[in-house]
């Protein structure tokens, strides 16, 4: 090659690297100086009302944590041409986005400790993009799909019964985008009663977070989802703050950073539950890869924050990944964040309860059980972008449902802890005697949550009631009652789609009365029983196996 060809090439390589524009992570050496304006004496000047009550309700002091980054740090950096988009408090950080020239210079700073690169590419501007509410919102475009099923299997039902629906609680969601979520009627309650209170899109800072992806639209849907009886979130009359965190396209430590300024910002508004659908493992820059070993619960930076927000008293409510069906010698665990303590990390079913085999397995490298609980993640309902009522599959999916839950149970026990409520949920699942590494305690039950009640092998069924033949070869059933019922007795029999095949109400009964059903034209296969007596759920599957 010519030698001026050669050097013009280099000359062009070197230029273009230090006229790249990155994103990094500018850490702090300390938040106080002598004119530092705020003071843990005076909290309402950098949280609300709400976020401090919750702290005060769960007596959970105030911190240097929950300080604001130094104004005049980031002043500085402004003054030098660094674009500083969003700072953490909990890291006493910013993300910048700048010049890979500029990093020396930030580097010297005599109040700066470190900068980190988070990713190689600029992706964050000052322009804005409004938000268009319709006047009038959409119709599906398809129905395919109903919530009753995977209610059903949490006793969700019962929880709207009881009229619990999340009002008064805080929900924040974090994900790539909620396409759809200002144009259908799914969502159209949301906007009518004012439930989004804030939106933040913390990927391009555009204000707008109704756009760059419909993951978020799913998610959010299986909690605030309403429309008319095919559809029903688990928590639709919760309050939601809606934050865009991943990144579509690349993969990049920033999500990370993303993922904890969603948390923070939810923290400083008084969420009381952070749902985030995402989890980390390999990224684009080979070097900035976990491994298994990272899987501490105190490494990852995504981890970290999980634990923090959780040490603030919400409930942090994360999906364990995907991985579970890779082949032998790839990854097939949880991914960051699942691995923090005192969170739920929610792995998936199928609708018999059966583990899920693309749902990641535990424990964490440390030993400890995950997942927490599971969901069915397998043949969700869920809300597309599109408007699209449908099904989807996934770990993402069986997350919310959980968040939904414990935004119900903790509403109706206002006076407990997030660590109680967690550890409600975890006693009320299926598996709660004998929790293992691919569903951890299970699937848990609305009514034993609430009542802080642990589930175990002989509360399924009582003596009570029998249920037979159980597998039965169609045709005929039996529901035999060994004691008076004074008060009405719900019997539903659903299908695996969430259908249901057969509703009958016993008002009042005498000790040993046996009543018959007779099913018919019913396909062989896995249906589920579901006795409601009170507030009390039994749910048991049967099969017909003729």
Request: proline share 4%; with cysteine; glycine share 8%.
């Amino acid at each position: 090659m010519n030698k001026t060809i050669l050097t013009l090439l280099m000359l062009t390589g070197w230029l273009f690297s230090v006229a790249q524009t990155n994103r990094y992570v500018v850490y702090f050496g300390s938040k106080a100086d002598s004119n530092y304006p705020y003071s843990l004496e005076s909290p309402s000047d950098f949280l609300t009302e709400r976020s401090i009550q919750r702290r005060v309700n769960q007596d959970i002091p105030l911190d240097s944590m929950d300080l604001p980054v130094n104004p005049a740090y980031v002043e500085d950096l402004q003054t030098l041409g660094i674009d500083v988009y969003f700072t953490s408090k909990w890291l006493n950080a910013a993300l910048v986005q700048t010049k890979e020239s500029n990093v020396t210079t930030i580097q010297e700073l005599n109040f700066v400790d470190s900068v980190t690169l988070v990713a190689r590419h600029a992706k964050l501007s000052d322009t804005k993009i409004a938000v268009v509410v319709p006047e009038q919102f959409e119709a599906p475009t398809s129905i395919n799909s109903t919530t009753e099923l995977q209610n059903a299997m949490t006793q969700v039902d019962a929880m709207h019964q009881k009229g619990i629906h999340g009002e008064g609680m805080l929900i924040g969601i974090l994900d790539n985008g909620f396409d759809g979520v200002n144009e259908f009627e799914p969502f159209e309650h949301l906007w009518t009663d004012n439930r989004i209170i804030a939106f933040k899109d913390f990927v391009e800072n555009s204000g707008n977070v109704f756009r760059l992806g419909d993951h978020g639209t799913s998610v959010f849907s299986t909690i605030a989802g309403k429309y008319g009886n095919d559809f029903n979130g688990v928590a639709y009359a919760a309050d939601f703050v809606l934050c865009i965190t991943e990144e579509g396209g690349s993969e990049d430590r920033v999500e990370e950073y993303n993922w904890l300024l969603g948390a923070e910002f939810a923290d400083s508004l008084g969420a009381d539950i952070i749902n985030g659908s995402l989890g980390y493992n390999t990224f684009d820059i080979p070097e900035h890869d976990y491994e298994y070993e990272d899987l501490d619960g105190e490494t990852t930076i995504v981890s970290i924050a999980a634990k923090i927000a959780s040490d603030k008293g919400m409930i942090v409510v994360v999906s364990a990944g995907n991985e579970g069906d890779n082949p032998p010698n790839t990854w097939r665990y949880i991914t960051p964040p699942a691995d923090a303590d005192k969170i739920l990390t929610v792995g998936s079913v199928d609708p018999d309860f059966s583990w899920t085999s693309f749902s990641s397995l535990g424990p964490s490298s440390d030993g400890r059980n995950k997942p927490d609980v599971s969901a069915m993640g397998f043949g969700t309902a869920v809300v597309r972008g599109n408007g699209s009522i449908t099904r989807g599959n996934g770990t993402s999916f069986a997350s919310p449902q959980i968040a939904g839950f414990a935004a119900g149970v903790w509403q109706e026990n206002p006076t407990w802890t997030n660590i109680q409520v967690i550890d409600a949920i975890k006693g009320a699942g299926h598996r709660a005697h004998s929790p293992d590494t691919l569903v951890g305690h299970g699937v848990p039950f609305y009514t034993f949550a609430v009542n802080g009640k642990a589930l175990s092998t002989s509360d399924i069924l009582t003596d009570k009631i029998t249920v037979y033949p159980n597998p039965f070869d169609g045709g005929k059933l039996f529901l035999k009652i060994d004691e008076e019922i004074k008060n009405p007795l719900l019997i539903k029999i659903i299908d695996t789609e969430g259908k249901t095949i057969l509703k009958d109400t016993i008002s009042i009964t005498k000790s040993k009365t046996t009543i018959e059903y007779t099913l018919e034209d019913i396909q062989e296969g896995l249906y589920f029983l579901s006795l409601q007596y009170d507030d009390d759920i039994k749910v048991v599957k049967l099969i017909n196996s003729q």
